[in-house]
């Protein structure tokens, strides 16, 4: 392929560019060899002439295809070239939002300088176990290759992560350690992984600091080994630091800060406990104001400094030691605002004791004032001869004061790390470890100094081991797939490393410098000018004599000298250092003991930066030992150390990239970019690998990528690599540019490109040959359309124009028509105008001449009647006046004599005879009404004393009675009256009984009336409901025409909301229950670890019995009823002894819950005694002796028969049940099948003969026990009468009475009277309560017609809307009533009918199962056997369904039915026939009244079942077999214990077998906690055998062949941590999966709910996993496979409507899937587009949707990408939703589980019991 033919017209092409680096361009005349142009086009449309040079023949990089852009791996692309690079990180930065891309073994990570959603917890599960290629890439898929590395390998990993300050090496580093804390989290209590988190913040406190390019910039590096035993949890760690910048604690560049500990520190120093350190805000001290600004925004340094100290406890920090640490930070900042005084023109100075800094500084660190103020100031100088002590100028002072606040703070440093080595230290045998190397990456400044020197020095040796790797990688793939090995040329540094560390060099030269007493800066920079002039990687500079410039592999870098020899020194002076050894402090004393001195450190062995003091002069008498190490040698050692480990581990590499230097968020800067990009060997491994075969294709990728490209013929062969090699032969030309291994092709780069190129060539090819021919049919087709419409429209307008013909000719006749009958009526109309006229004219006049006569002669009538009424008026006037003046002439006259007689009165009344007559009547009147008065007084003392006379008079008569009858019971004298007066009170009784009858008659035909008239009533209203029930329905239907169902909506809505609170609630619970069963598994294990410790040889097992005599006291105590139990457990109490009896809860609870029950018992007794009372009053002596007797006669008689019948009921359930199985018995012995149908028949009818011989001796038993109990009695009677006669006669006759004549009749009569009254009383009853029912159901339906009637009246007063939402809301209650019924019923049927079906399965099988073994059976035998079962048939008795087990069989029950219990050896009988038979076994326990062997059994059962279950913990069938077993008992505990509730569907001989004496509600708690914890196992075990499958299944796997298309990958697809078998899953298998899962469930006979609940989880996690997988693989999100992923999706949809699952509410579950497919088919150009997305996408959320979008890729080069524009529009139309803020869907969420109430149809005596189980010591009662 020559050069001419890739640079055609319309390819694209990269040229440089001053401002973007890199400009893309489009070539528009095709290149010829010799051409010294290229003519080119830029994307603004301007034109560009690209001069070429001729000699060099360098024509511009080319640009890949569109559909590679954006890849996750930059390997994958096919042109490898910077421009690529840039190019392809800077789509997946700005329009993807990807920090994160692969570049071969390299992970680049772009800072975001922002919050990204992308760390939690689930997204570390999320990439968990899953392979580097598979995901998108991310830190968490570099940390999870290098866990599953160590894993399979068993070989060290090492993860490098590297950078220039502010590009996210920290963070980095911190979310990998973050991975593996959380994925091998430690196995013991130890809590290791949060310890290695805990040390995080420590080390950003006291090692990182705010730079002009980092708000949280590592001023040092660090490694980190995370250890792993052999399970790979980890368990411990170990942290190695190098090169703190000690310089930043006494300097600071402008808008940079101190470490952050100072500023925590400052910003605490309010608190209580740091009152004394004397501190104050940062701004008040030198050492952390030079920057200037002191604060970060967004940081709160109170709220860090509280993390810092949470950190320091956690990690083992003692408070004493974190209090010295604080007092230490305190004192350095103190130190630095020491005032220092000159004196004596500058040559000495002071510093003044009352500096109030130096004495706090002087008390922080417990050192002498006056020392530390002398030597602040002095140096001691040492000679041969003497020792001098020399003033120090100002500068000096400061400059020693500055190197001992670094020396102090560099120590502290290093304690810090040592203890949180310690912390992190463990004593287990470390089997692997993962190393984090988070370390500074090149750096170059305006001012470059010794630190940077050695960071550069430091990235040289990991550029060096870099690119060895990735060329060992290259070569060993070579290797592997057999390919030509050739030598590629590759970048090595080593002669810039020699000449930093070979003999000689820079660091030498610099340690030989700081030897020689008055060496320089220059001096040392002159000897590199000298020794290193010519070396190839150093140079001069031309303007400077004291820097000198290295050309590293990144850049060339130029160095000042300034400082080299005082940095490397590290020189403090030795007097202040043993001033501050001799601190009273002993950690601060400790702190600076040289390392001679003290106790061994591992600084070195760990590579920290240990550095020692060195004093002012040389020590004579060290003058024979090793010189101190210089900074530089110490970190050359430790440079080497960390080599060595790295090159013993495997590496992963992490390089960090700083997109912007403005910190401003994806804010891409190409210069930027493309200078950290070669500084890091990111572009270095590009050129590695594009010197070879970048491009690298399985054959069946390839062959599936670029089929389309073969011919026929070929694809006939079955052979793809055959296919491939002769397509690839004939594309390509030059053979050098592919290359063939085994299980890969390899191609130069380029070579895929041209590849794509072709197959764009060919679809498009073929598009247009689709589009012609399409195009050419639908333009028949419309042609055709347009023809046929043609002639359709001329039929039609034909038709028209005869329609329109005819009906003018009609419309013409019919017009002649209308005028004929028009002008007819007009004349006839005229006519009669005229005629009526002419009438009502004549009338008119005539009237007015009638009425002119009337008006005149009314005019005489009415004035004679004014004359008449005139003239009375008149007289009337005149005699009124007459009248009136005699009246008032009367009324002088008579108010004369008036006057005259009151004159006379008045002296009249002044007498005294006067007042005696006024007196004389009121005396009469006060008499009068006093003696009624008396007379009242005295009937009122006459009634109450008749009231008196009758009521002792009645207690009189009742004492004289029961005198009498004490008297008739006790005496020996008779009375011949006394029958006589018996037979009188016989003769009141029957008359009261007569009269009983009338009132009885009486009574019935009241109620007769009064039924009918109820009868009447309840029609008459129940024709008045039909009538309000037709008209509600019609107003119904006209408010459900007029207004929509919003109503509906907040009903369902507050339904959804209370549904939800009570699943949040349920979940909250069972999430308890989890952890409790977490625990509990926990405690276990931890017991089992103990017995395996504390075993040993000669050690001796405890019994078996002790342990289970320990659980006893876990359970709940059982409520007895019985007084018998409580005495026994007082009495043991008093046997024990209180101190015991204390201890044991159990007892307790039964004594708590006994008094509880007496006190109720009390309470019963005390209100049937006062009832008791109340009737004894009303009833008379005689009749109540009579009813004791009777009662008593009645209640001997009741019992006996009953207790007989229940006798002979056993007998006959024995003997029919012994028939039953002899029956089975012979017939699978017998062994032909002659008179089978004869032999049956006869068993039949002895059956029956049988049957009815017992009924009638049990009549004649009935009869004799009755009257044997009649003789006894009357026997004693007449033993009491013999008696009376021989101590005395009858006194009313001297002849001998036949006594039990007399008393025989008494009794009959009494127990005639007794039998007449309880009819009547039970009539009566009836009656009443037939009564009260009708009453209360005429005022049920009175209320519901008063509500019916209100809610008309208030629905009539209402506004129309609002009455359409009355009428709706009535109408829901309505339907929702009935739906419920109506679900309830349809459940009960759909249950019986399953029930019956498996009972008619099972039947059906036993019949077959009979039928084939009666084959073979001889007649003999079965004569033999039908005599043998008749005998046993007659002795069997009726089996009451509980089953008798000793106590000592108790452990042989739980193993034989529990332990050792297989499902497949009960599958054949009812389901859960474990769950019956223990219920069974409780039962007898509770019939027995036996609390302790309930106890023990329910304990024996409970923890059986959790042994059971955590041997099979990943047994699903076993599972749940336990589940449905444990569910089934905890039913039979609810549906028998008693309670109304729960036996509504019991049926009578259920019912008899209830618990009788034990409350086991605390029980039911227990089990119920049982199950949660058996579902949720259930569940874990199912995911577990799921997930595997579901991304191959859902995702991956092709279900409609052909629709996907394969893209290029890159080098991840190779990672070495995929598994070599072919781990793919279909559908099928999912669904075969989910199959087995149903058939088991199904068939071990669990709950229908709980199954229903089970795939709900099921597919809730299917839904998780996929979309989970979906929202972090770029290579799934394309449209094909959004069709993919819809089909699988209704074939799981279509499973569960064939299995009747649609109301589980699964489907519901797959929601977000089905809308993640959806938006990946749906079209993503417009805003109409948006919206519609918008709407449809409602169970995703807005981060879900733009992160689909985002990674969505076209997988052919016509599909269109999503814009940037489009995702902003989508953000746009989404911020009202108020979504969660994390991405991933929790995958491990469990549903609460619900167990409804299930009640069996089954009754416990018609269970069998199969020999299988060898449950032979289990005796049926």
């Not at 592999?553 to 080299?564: H, I, L, M, R, T």
């Not at 309830?1384 to 039947?1403: A, G, H, R, S, V």
Request: overall charge neutral.
């Amino acid at each position: 392929m020559s050069t001419a033919q890739l640079y055609t017209k319309y390819t694209r092409v990269w040229i440089p560019d001053p401002d973007e680096v890199w400009r893309s361009a489009e070539i528009i005349k095709d290149y010829k060899e010799g051409d010294k142009s290229l003519h080119l086009k830029l994307e603004d449309e301007t034109l560009y002439e690209y001069p070429i040079d001729l000699q060099g023949n360098e024509l511009p990089f080319l640009r890949n295809p569109d559909i590679l852009v954006g890849e996750n791996d930059l390997t994958a692309l096919s042109y490898l070239h910077e421009p690529a690079v840039l190019h392809n990180l800077k789509v997946r930065f700005l329009e993807s939002n990807h920090i994160y891309t692969y570049c071969g073994i390299v992970l680049v990570a772009i800072n975001p300088y922002e919050q990204l959603p992308i760390y939690e917890q689930d997204v570390i599960y999320a990439y968990s176990g899953q392979n580097m290629g598979d995901m998108d890439p991310h830190i968490f898929a570099v940390a999870e290759e290098a866990y599953k590395q160590m894993a399979r390998d068993e070989k060290n990993q090492s993860i490098i992560v590297s950078g220039e300050s502010g590009a996210g090496k920290t963070v980095s580093a911190k979310y990998a350690m973050r991975f593996f804390a959380t994925v091998g989290g430690s196995a013991s209590d130890t809590n290791i992984e949060a310890k290695v988190l805990a040390s995080s913040p420590i080390m950003e406190a006291i090692g990182n600091a705010k730079t002009t390019r980092n708000d949280n910039s590592s001023r040092f590096g660090k490694y980190i080994q995370i250890g792993f035993d052999k399970r790979y949890h980890i368990i411990g760690a170990n942290m190695r630091t190098y090169l703190l910048e000690k310089s930043r604690v006494v300097f600071q560049a402008e808008d940079e800060r101190n470490y952050h500990i100072f500023y925590q520190l400052c910003a605490s120093a309010s608190l209580p406990e740091f009152k004394d350190l004397g501190l104050t805000c940062a701004e008040d001290f030198f050492y952390t104001s030079q920057g200037g600004d002191t604060s970060i925004d967004g940081v709160d340094d109170a709220d860090d400094f509280e993390k810092t100290r949470h950190a320091f406890t956690l990690l083992g920090v003692k408070e004493s030691h974190q209090t010295t640490i604080f007092r230490i930070i305190a004192a350095i900042l103190h130190l630095g605002n020491l005032e220092i005084q000159a004196e004596r023109d500058g040559d000495a100075c002071s510093v003044s004791s009352e500096d109030e800094h130096l004495n706090n500084f002087c008390g922080l660190l417990g050192v002498e004032h006056s020392q530390m103020q002398h030597w602040l100031c002095h140096r001691k100088l040492v000679t041969t001869s003497e020792t001098y002590v020399k003033s120090m100028s100002v500068q000096q002072v400061v400059n020693a004061r500055n190197a001992l606040a670094k020396h102090i703070y560099a120590r502290l440093f290093n304690w810090i790390v040592q203890h949180i080595n310690k912390a992190l230290h463990t004593t287990v045998k470390q089997h692997s470890f993962i190393g984090v190397l988070d370390i500074y990456g090149f750096e170059t400044f305006e001012v470059n100094s010794f630190e940077q020197f050695c960071i550069n020095y430091a990235n040289e040796k990991l550029q060096q081991q870099f690119n060895s790797h990735v060329f060992k990688l290259e070569q060993e793939e070579y290797m592997k797939e057999g390919i030509p090995w050739t030598l590629i040329d590759f970048y090595d540094n080593q002669p810039c490393i020699d000449l930093i560390e070979a003999k000689l060099g820079i660091l030498d030269l610099l340690d030989e410098e700081c030897k020689v007493p008055k060496g320089t800066d220059q001096n040392w920079a002159q000897k590199l000018y000298d020794r290193h002039a010519s070396t190839q990687h150093f140079q001069k500079p031309r303007m400077s004599n004291t820097s000198f410039i290295v050309l590293h592999f990144a850049d060339k870098v130029e160095y000042q000298s300034e400082g080299f020899l005082e940095k490397n020194r590290d020189t403090v002076y030795e007097e202040q250092i043993n001033i501050l050894k001799a601190s009273k402090y002993q950690m601060v004393a400790d702190l600076f003991q040289d390392e001679k001195d003290a106790a061994p450190t591992t600084s070195m062995a760990k590579g920290t930066s240990k550095i020692s003091v060195r004093s002012a002069r040389p020590v004579i008498k060290a003058a024979n030992k090793e010189h101190k190490k210089t900074v530089g040698h110490q970190f050359r050692n430790s440079l080497h150390l960390l080599m060595e480990t790295l090159n013993a581990t495997t590496p992963h590499y992490v390089r960090c990239i700083k997109p912007n230097d403005e910190k401003l968020p994806f804010k891409f800067d190409p210069k930027r970019a493309v200078q950290q990009l070669r500084a890091c060997g990111v572009l270095e491994t590009i050129r590695i690998s594009a010197a070879g075969f970048p491009s690298r294709w399985s054959y069946h990728d390839f062959f599936n990528r670029y089929r389309v490209l073969m011919k026929k013929r070929d694809l006939s062969k079955n052979d793809k690599k055959q296919i491939c090699q002769t397509l690839l032969e004939d594309l390509i030309k030059d053979p050098d540019k592919f290359q063939f291994g085994r299980t890969k092709i390899f191609f130069r780069a380029g070579q895929v490109a041209y590849l794509e190129k072709l197959r764009a060539d060919k679809f498009r090819a073929a598009t247009i040959m689709i589009q012609k021919t399409v195009r050419g049919w639908l333009q028949r087709v419309k042609y055709k359309r347009l023809r046929q419409a043609a002639m359709v429209i001329q039929r039609y307008t034909r038709g028209h124009l005869a329609r329109r013909l005819a009906e003018h000719l009609r419309r013409t006749r019919a017009a002649i028509v209308f005028q004929k009958q028009y002008r007819m009526l007009r004349i006839l109309r005229a006519f009669q105008r005229v005629r009526n006229a002419t009438i009502t004219i004549q009338a008119f006049a005539r009237g007015m001449f009638v009425r002119r006569i009337y008006r005149k002669i009314l005019a005489e009538h009415k004035a004679t009647i004014l004359q008449k009424y005139t003239r009375g008026w008149l007289a009337r006037t005149r005699f009124r006046r007459v009248r009136g003046a005699t009246i008032v002439l009367q009324c002088y006259y008579r108010r004369m004599k008036a006057r005259q007689e009151l004159k006379a009165l008045r002296i009249e009344a002044r007498s005294a005879q006067h007042l005696k007559k006024l007196n004389i009547g009121m005396e009469n009147k006060v008499v009068q009404l006093q003696r009624k008065i008396d007379e009242q007084n005295k009937e009122y003392k006459l009634l109450n004393e008749q009231l008196s006379m009758l009521t002792s008079a009645h207690s009189s008569e009742v004492e004289k009675l029961k005198k009498e009858l004490v008297q008739y019971q006790q005496s020996h004298r008779g009375d011949g009256n006394q029958l006589v007066s018996l037979q009188e009170e016989m003769e009141q009784l029957r008359l009261e009984l007569e009269k009983a009858h009338g009132e009885r008659k009486v009574v019935e035909d009241s109620y007769i009336k009064e039924k009918d008239l109820l009868r009447k009533r309840i029609s008459d209203l129940e024709e008045e409901n039909a009538l309000l029930k037709q008209e509600k329905e019609e107003l119904n239907s006209r408010i459900l025409c007029q207004s929509e169902d919003e109503f509906a909506r907040n009903t369902v809505e507050e339904n959804i909301q209370m549904k939800k609170e009570l699943e949040e609630e349920r979940s909250r619970y069972q999430n308890l229950v989890k952890e409790y069963s977490r625990l509990e598994q926990r405690y276990d294990n931890l017991r089992d670890e103990m017995t395996i410790i504390k075993q040993a040889p000669g050690h001796r097992r405890n019994p078996s019995n002790q342990s289970s005599l320990e659980s006893d006291s876990n359970y709940p105590s059982i409520s007895t009823s019985e007084i018998g139990d409580t005495e026994d457990v007082i009495q043991q109490v008093e046997e024990v002894g209180m101190e015991k009896a204390a201890m044991d809860m159990t007892l307790f609870l039964k004594l708590q819950k006994r008094v509880r029950e007496l006190e109720q018992e009390r309470k019963k007794l005390q209100t049937q005694l006062e009832k008791k009372e109340q009737e004894s009053k009303k009833s008379q002596v005689i009749e109540t002796k009579t009813e004791v007797t009777s009662d008593h006669e009645d209640f001997a008689y009741n019992s006996l028969k009953r207790q007989e019948l229940e006798s002979e009921n056993k007998k006959l359930k024995n003997e029919l049940n012994e028939l039953r199985k002899a029956i089975a018995d012979r017939a699978t012995q017998n062994n032909s099948s002659n008179d089978i149908q004869d032999s049956y028949n006869l068993l039949l009818n002895q059956l029956k003969s049988a049957n009815e011989e017992l009924e009638v001796r049990k009549e004649e038993v009935l009869i004799l026990r009755t009257q044997i109990m009649k003789a006894a009695q009357q026997k004693e009677t007449g033993k009491n009468m013999e008696s009376i006669t021989t101590n005395a006669s009858w006194p009313n006759s001297d002849k001998h009475i036949d006594q039990e004549d007399a008393i025989e009749a008494y009794q009959g009569m009494c127990e005639t009277n007794r039998l007449l009254e309880a009819q009547l009383q039970d009539q009566r009853r009836e009656h009443e309560e037939e009564v009260e029912a009708l009453k209360n159901q005429v005022d049920a339906m009175k209320e519901e017609l008063e509500k019916q009637q209100q809610a008309f009246l208030q629905t009539l007063q209402l506004s129309p809307e609002a009455q359409v939402e009355f009428g709706l809301q009535q109408e829901i209650t309505r339907l929702t009533n009935e739906n419920l019924d109506l679900k309830e019923l349809l459940e009960k049927l759909e249950k019986n009918e399953k029930k019956l079906k498996k009972q008619l399965k099972i039947y059906m099988k036993k019949v077959q199962d009979f039928e084939a073994s009666q084959v073979t059976v001889p007649a003999e035998r079965r004569q033999h056997e039908r005599n043998m079962q008749v005998a046993v048939q007659r002795k069997e008795k009726d089996f009451q369904g509980m089953l008798e087990y000793y106590k000592e069989d108790e452990p042989l029950l739980i193993r034989n039915l529990i332990t050792d219990l297989k499902p497949q050896a009960v599958s054949a009988t009812v389901p859960c026939l474990p769950a019956y038979i223990l219920y069974m076994c409780i039962r007898h326990a509770d019939y027995i009244n036996d609390d302790q062997k309930v106890h023990s059994l329910l304990t024996s059962t409970i923890n059986g079942i959790k042994k059971v279950l955590k041997k099979h913990n990943d047994d699903f069938q076993m599972t749940s077999f336990w589940l449905a077993n444990t569910c089934r008992l905890l039913h039979c505990l609810k549906q028998y214990s008693g309670d109304a509730g729960f036996m509504t569907q019991n049926t009578p001989k259920q019912n008899e077998h209830c618990l009788k004496n034990f409350d086991l509600t605390e029980y039911r708690q227990v089990l119920s906690h049982l199950s949660i914890q058996i579902y949720q196992q259930l569940i874990k075990i199912a995911e577990g055998i799921l997930q595997p499958m579901i991304v191959s299944a859902v995702l991956e796997n092709e279900s409609i062949q052909g629709l996907s298309g394969v893209k290029p990958m890159g080098y991840r697809n190779r990672s070495s941590s995929m598994a070599d078998g072919d781990s793919s899953y279909s559908l099928d298998a999912i669904i075969r999966q989910l199959n087995t899962f149903h058939s088991i469930m199904c068939d071990q006979g669990l709950d229908p709910e709980i199954v229903q609940q089970v795939f709900k989880q099921l597919f809730y996690m299917i839904n998780a996993v996929a979309l989970n997988n979906l929202l972090l693989r770029k290579d799934v999100c394309s449209w094909s496979t959004g069709m993919q992923l819809r089909f699988n999706i209704s074939q799981l949809e279509e499973w569960l409507r064939g299995k009747n699952l649609q109301q589980s509410g699964a489907a519901q579950t797959l929601e977000p899937l089905i809308q993640a497919a959806q938006l990946l088919q749906l079209k993503k150009k417009t805003s109409e587009d948006a919206e519609a997305i918008c709407s449809l996408c409602t169970s995703l959320t807005t981060q879900q949707i733009v992160k689909i979008l985002n990674l969505y890729t076209p997988v052919n080069e016509f599909e269109e990408r999503v814009t940037v524009a489009f995702i902003r529009d989508i953000q746009m139309h989404l911020q009202e939703r108020n979504d969660p803020p994390q991405l991933l869907l929790d995958f491990k969420h469990m549903f609460p589980v619900l167990f409804p109430f299930n009640p069996s149809s089954i009754t416990m005596d018609s269970i069998h019991l199969p020999a299988s189980l060898n449950l032979e010591f289990l005796h049926k009662v």
